[in-house]
């Protein structure tokens, strides 16, 4: 995020986006849209590096090595030395929840892959839920360093075309406006259809590196249009720094970004770059030049990598759920100390340290080592993390097969255990990890919703009966419970479960893109017609009715949906097709593995919340209720799930939820009787109606 010697106002401007960047993740209800300090980094990278290469056009493949050599020296050791404190942190202080996830992150951030990872795990709906880790900020460090190692090659490309037709500028601004050009065009239709990829994507984000580049291709090309003295320099300057704070102050969450939306901080720090003020009267530098800003800027590269793995560790280290403005200034203090101290001894003194820099050996053998003692330490925690997971899937086998008594819902439904304490039989690691079987046979119809698959699990040759499961997760989630009763029963059974979407026909649920929710209804009225189709024995359906009807008012949600869902139920009762609604389960304000994770830690006994609090109204469970077929029957297991009133996150040794609201498969399996009771007396039914 800098280079050898920097402007002052290009030093000043990286204060600037530090600040930004910082005040919005310790208040960020503050600065709502300091997050595009991010992307005024970008801009300045862009522009110092390609400045630098227009300088020293790295045209052979010893200039090339020189340059990465140089990054490799002012950006690993440091980055390095923060990941491995991050790390040795959150084995001190975090949840045991947490950690699998922040190590994969590390290691990935250790090879400047980090965005990727991020893209993989945000893009995956359940995942999407969990907290950010305490290396999530490594995101854009990953793509500057992508940039920096494919960006010289181009530079070096263009150079030596350029050299051989005679058209060395003309050569070089078609290629630089041909990336800028081509990003901004994908960061455009990416942030209108998919966030997660908008944002941590390199091919999203380069144009705002090319911009960087754009003006120092017009410096090192172009004729100089005003004089150094000239007002209208510092006019720009301070027009661009006020575009850069203006969108600071009035972006937020809400904000469509990247997008065409992150042309205005990124045009305003390109302004202020190429008024190159500094010389100029009543310019930004009269406060940009000041000595505590222009210290600012130097630690810059240090306190963007310090200042976020105290925001997300330091509450746990302290024991507090939020923290205090006392707490927070004490530790920007300790921020701006210990990136004070990295500057200095880590940053400055490995990159001019003589024995390194003499060859460029040393300055790739530095890399490697800081890349994988990170890997290595994160590859053997994740190991351990393992062997702890299969202890516990040894647990989970013979909960499954009976061998112990009182275990998940039993321990409520089985008058004999009344009284009987289990202990805990699962960590919160494992929980979190417990899903369907569902998510690793790959039978989703996720996002965006034009998938058609159906999973066929047949527990009998000729099963005694066909049964069609459909709904979103909240169906899938109850998949464990289906197929441990189908087993018993010679059942088979059909999966049509997506996620998000739930299955109304006529109606479309808000998702943010036209697009989505026209693939969704499409699905919906596809899985329907299938299932009608088929001619199944019965349909077990179960659904979080959480996305909200296009076109209907808010006081008004409940009654669209529950007469969406009546329709749907009149599919299946009008086809003769008995039915099976499962009520919905309840929703936590709270990660539940992490809630317990940290109890465990501290003692306390914090997660649990009255049955008022959070479990809501069903409109699927509504218009069951309503229906008058005879077909439709509902099972409530809100009593196994919230005994005497108060919902628990543990109940017979057992954790219910791996987030806040998806049932653990070994959980969901321990209601196979009472889901196995109410399909069996629901197909009882539909022989004494037929007959």
């Not at 990598?305 to 923290?323: D, E, S, T, Y």
């Not at 996150?649 to 009787?673: C, N």
């Amino acid at each position: 995020m800098r280079d050898d010697a920097p402007r002052r106002d290009i030093q000043g401007l990286r204060a600037v986006a530090v600040v930004m960047v910082v005040l919005v993740h310790f208040w960020p209800h503050r600065l709502t849209g300091g997050y595009v300090g991010v992307d005024v980094f970008f801009v300045i990278s862009g522009f110092l590096i390609t400045d630098h290469l227009l300088r020293k056009p790295p045209t052979s493949p010893r200039l090339l090595a020189a340059f990465w050599a140089r990054r490799v020296r002012r950006l690993l050791p440091a980055a390095t030395l923060v990941l491995g404190v991050t790390v040795m942190a959150s084995l001190a202080w975090l949840p045991d929840t947490l950690l699998p996830q922040t190590l994969r992150h590390a290691g990935a951030a250790a090879v400047y892959v980090a965005n990727w990872a991020m893209v993989r795990d945000a893009t995956d709906y359940l995942a999407a839920q969990e907290p950010p880790t305490a290396v999530q900020h490594y995101w854009s460090l990953s793509v500057e360093e992508q940039f920096y190692l494919l960006w010289p090659l181009l530079i070096a490309a263009l150079v030596v075309m350029g050299r051989r037709v005679n058209r060395h500028a003309a050569l070089l601004w078609a290629g630089v406006l041909t990336v800028f050009g081509g990003s901004l065009v994908i960061s455009i239709m990416v942030t209108a259809s998919n966030h997660v990829m908008a944002y941590y994507a390199t091919q999203v984000r380069m144009w705002e590196l090319a911009l960087g580049a754009i003006v120092a291709l017009w410096a090192a090309t172009a004729t100089p249009m005003l004089s150094p003295k000239d007002r209208l320099r510092s006019l720009t300057a301070w027009l661009g720094l006020g575009v850069v704070a203006l969108a600071g102050l009035t972006f937020d969450a809400r904000t469509p970004f990247p997008g065409w939306m992150a042309l205005l901080p990124t045009l305003g720090a390109a302004a202020v770059i190429a008024a190159a003020a500094d010389e100029c009267r009543w310019s930004p530098s009269v406060i940009l030049g000041l000595r505590p800003v222009q210290w600012l800027g130097d630690v810059s590269y240090s306190v963007y990598l310090w200042h976020w793995p105290v925001v997300v560790i330091a509450p746990f280290a302290l024991g507090v759920k939020a923290l205090t403005w006392p707490q927070k200034l004490m530790l920007l203090a300790l921020v701006m100390l210990i990136s004070g101290l990295t500057k200095v001894f880590v940053e400055d003194r490995l990159r001019y340290q003589r024995g390194i820099v003499r060859t460029l050996p040393r300055s790739f053998a530095l890399g490697a080592v800081c890349s994988v003692v990170v890997v290595t330490v994160c590859a053997g925690l994740l190991v351990n993390q393992q062997r702890q997971q299969q202890a516990d899937q040894r647990v989970v086998d013979h909960i499954a097969h009976g061998y112990v008594p009182c275990a998940g819902a039993d321990a409520v439904a089985n008058p004999a255990c009344s009284g009987k304490a289990t202990p805990q039989l699962t960590s919160p690691a494992f929980a979190k990890q417990d899903k369907s079987v569902l998510y690793a046979d790959n039978c989703w119809n996720g996002r965006p919703f034009t998938d058609r698959r159906v999973c066929q699990y047949p527990s009998a040759a000729g099963g005694a009966a066909t049964i069609a499961l459909l709904g979103n997760s909240h169906a899938g989630h109850w998949f464990p419970a289906l197929d441990k009763a189908a087993t018993e029963h010679g059942w088979a059974v059909s999966t049509y479960v997506s996620s998000e979407c739930y299955p109304v026909r006529f109606v479309r649920l808000e998702f943010g893109n036209d697009r989505l929710s026209e693939h969704c209804q499409q699905w919906n009225q596809w899985a329907i017609g299938a299932i009608v189709s088929s001619k199944p024995s019965l349909v077990v359906i179960s659904n979080r009715s959480y996305a909200p009807i296009i076109g209907v008012d808010p006081g008004q949600q409940m009654a669209a949906k529950q007469a969406a869902y009546a329709d749907t139920l009149s599919a299946f009762t009008h086809a003769g097709i008995p039915v099976v609604v499962i009520r919905d389960t309840p929703a936590f304000d709270f990660l539940v593995p992490d809630c317990l994770a940290q109890d465990r830690r501290s003692g306390r006994v914090s997660c649990q919340r009255p049955a008022s609090q959070v479990v809501a109204m069903d409109p699927l469970a509504l218009a069951a209720q309503a229906d008058r077929s005879g077909l439709v029957r509902i099972l409530d297991v809100t009593p196994l799930l919230c005994p005497e009133g108060v919902c628990q996150s543990q109940i017979g040794g057992v954790i219910v939820y791996f987030d806040r609201h998806h049932l653990t498969a070994t959980f969901a399996a321990t209601m196979a009787p009472q889901l196995g009771q109410a399909i069996r007396e629901a197909l009882r039914n539909q022989v004494r109606l037929a007959g």
